[in-house]
């Protein structure tokens, strides 16, 4: 059955070349810049309803018509999407931002939002008749591939910095992938995996380096819109390594405008990183379209730990096309605000999400943030994902003990 996808190219982010989306694409023939997916967005606006979602399941595939699956016989999918949006009362009264909000991505298959990606950018290569992918990552992006790419059949060869978490690693491990570690970050791992890919012909699922896996999470977008009833927040926050979930949100909502499905209002849109590692952040202050590579880089938040990203000219572009800003978070900070949402408003969220609330806290006190705004975090990841990041030392009690002495 088709999905009755109105995808119809694939453009260069760059230079604009146009590619035929429906036969194996990595980057732009003419500049090695990322390839986008385009739709008819007219004729989506046309047939495809607003009230058409009310009765379709609470998966990221009931915008299937806006992704870039043609037969739905290729959908790869684990019931992933429309996560919860919640507010976070105690932490935003804190904060001086009452109308602070959660969207939860930690409960998603895999445990983070890289399962939207993993899904569309795998259900599409098999389309495409992938028979092996290989790809770098931090931990969370390779685990979720790799046991995705195994509900597919397609083998994965996946390269991970060596203290990577232990459970992505394990993850990873568990779903048949041809894991391997280097003594080194993410960009050493993208080296090794780039000269594999060259030598084997194998399909490179490198961060946009193939164009599918920003179309899994910019429904994040599509949801936070329908979530929110069309009317979008003011300001959207989100921790940024390789930026693509940043890039999709952006997308997401240029769709919808385009779509008419929501107004002109445009959320702020703010990419957070690690001060560890924090290139955009850099290239953001001295109003730069990219950034530089960011020596030594170390930081908790280990999936933000990204010295250079491919799309950083596309973080950047989302950023000052909506008046958004970057920050970048000390890690102490990091882990205070991870203990400060779990205590105050039950939230145990991962070290990437927690640094979006000392964001808010940090622009609050300058003045960017204004108090009656409603303010989104998007929580990328599960904090049981991150045991390392929370420390603690409870009273031994022996049988028979009084509890409070």
Known sequence: ???????????????GTVHDADTLQQLCRECAAPLLVRYDLQAAAAHLKKEDLLTRPASLWRYKELLPVREEQNIVSFGEGMTPIYTAPRSGAQAGVPNLYIKDEGILPTGTFKARGAAVGVSKALEVGVKTLGMPTNGNAGGAWA???ARA???SYIVMPENAPTITRNETAISGADLFLVNGVISDAGKIVGKAVAENGWYDASTLKEPYRIEG??????????QFNWDVPDVILYPTGGGVGLIAIYKALLELQEMGWIGDKM?????VQASGCAPIVKAWQEGKKESEFWPDSETIAF???????????LVLEAVYSTNGCAIAID???TLRAQQTLANLDGAFICPEGASLYAAVEQLKRQG???AEEKVLMLNTGAGLKYPNTVQINPPLLQPGDDLLQ
């Open 303 to 313: 999936g933000v730990n990204v010295p250079k990203a491919l799309g950083d000219f």
């Open 331 to 333: 890690d102490a900070d």
């Open 217 to 226: 999470k910019k429904t994040m977008g599509y949801e936070i819109a329908e």
């Open 368 to 370: 960017w943030l204004k």
């Open 153 to 155: 059949g397609i083998q």
């Open 267 to 271: 959320p702020r849109l703010v990419s």
């Open 1 to 15: 059955m088709t999905t009755n996808s109105y995808m119809t190219h694939l453009e260069c982010s760059k230079c």
């Open 147 to 149: 046991l995705y790419a």
